[in-house]
T-cell receptor, first 112, second 116 residues
Framework: AQSVTQLDSQVPVFEEAPVELRCNYS??????LFWYVQYPNQGLQLLLK??????LVKGINGFEAEFNKSQTSFHLRKPSVHISDTAEYFC??????????FGQGTELSVKP | DTGVSQDPRHKITKRGQNVTFRCDPI?????LYWYRQTLGQGPEFLTY????????KSRLLSDRFSAERPKGSFSTLEIQRTEQGDSAMYLC??????????????FGPGTRLLVL
């Protein structure tokens, strides 16, 4: 069975500090991986996705993620966070049957 | 491109009542998905359509739940005899389907349901 585990439920960080949100996956087949962000009372917005090719994927708002097949990981990083990055972040993989399987989410809290 | 829209945004109902939610996907997106998100959890897949055909239903979708997409455009999700455990955010997403790639799913703002 396929699954996604986000290793941290909450990540507090100061403004302008770097941040890494960790995501591990389990799958016996090729994976397609995504990071979504959810601001309060809103739907999910795509940050970035890995389908194939370069393992370093750049997304919107200065975020990037690295696909590591041997570690089965897809960690999200940003070198310098802003207050406006405060949100819930979800890692997901695309099931070849046609649905996204999400992790439990990581709440990023950026403090001044 | 106006994005995925959902109506209503919020719904409060009493246990035992029926509720219906509507989702309008991005124009010409032929795949439409429904997910449920409870507090502190990631979204969980409920069902999806390709055009008007419902291709998969999760075991989460009990017989009190029914979804339709009659003309391959908008979709409705109905919950009959609501229970307090149905309280959640119901998210709709749509995607194009092109050359077999795993296309991005674009999400609507969700409908937040509270069952009293």
């Amino acid at each position: 069975a396929q699954s996604v585990t986000q290793l941290d439920s909450q990540v507090p960080v100061f403004e302008e500090a770097p941040v890494e949100l960790r995501c591990n996956y389990s799958s016996s087949v090729s994976v397609y991986l995504f990071w979504y962000v959810q601001y309060p009372n809103q739907g999910l917005q795509l940050l970035l996705k890995y389908l194939s090719g370069s393992t370093l994927v750049k997304g919107i708002n200065g975020f990037e993620a690295e696909f590591n097949k041997s570690q089965t990981s897809f960690h999200l990083r940003k070198p310098s966070v802003h207050i406006s990055d405060t949100a819930e972040y979800f890692c997901a993989l695309y099931n070849q049957g046609g649905k996204l399987i999400f992790g439990q989410g990581t709440e990023l809290s950026v403090k001044p | 491109d106006t994005g995925v829209s959902q109506d209503p945004r919020h719904k409060i109902t009493k246990r035992g009542q029926n509720v219906t939610f509507r989702c309008d996907p991005i124009s010409e997106h032929n795949r439409l998905y429904w997910y449920r998100q409870t507090l502190g959890q990631g979204p969980e897949f409920l069902t999806y359509f390709q055009n008007e055909a419902q291709l998969e239903k999760s075991r989460l979708l009990s017989d009190r739940f029914s979804a339709e997409r009659p003309k391959g455009s908008f979709s409705t999700l109905e919950i009959q005899r609501t229970e307090q455990g149905d309280s959640a955010m119901y998210l709709c997403a749509s995607s194009p389907r092109d050359r077999g790639w795993q296309e991005t799913q674009y999400f609507g703002p969700g409908t937040r349901l509270l069952v009293l």
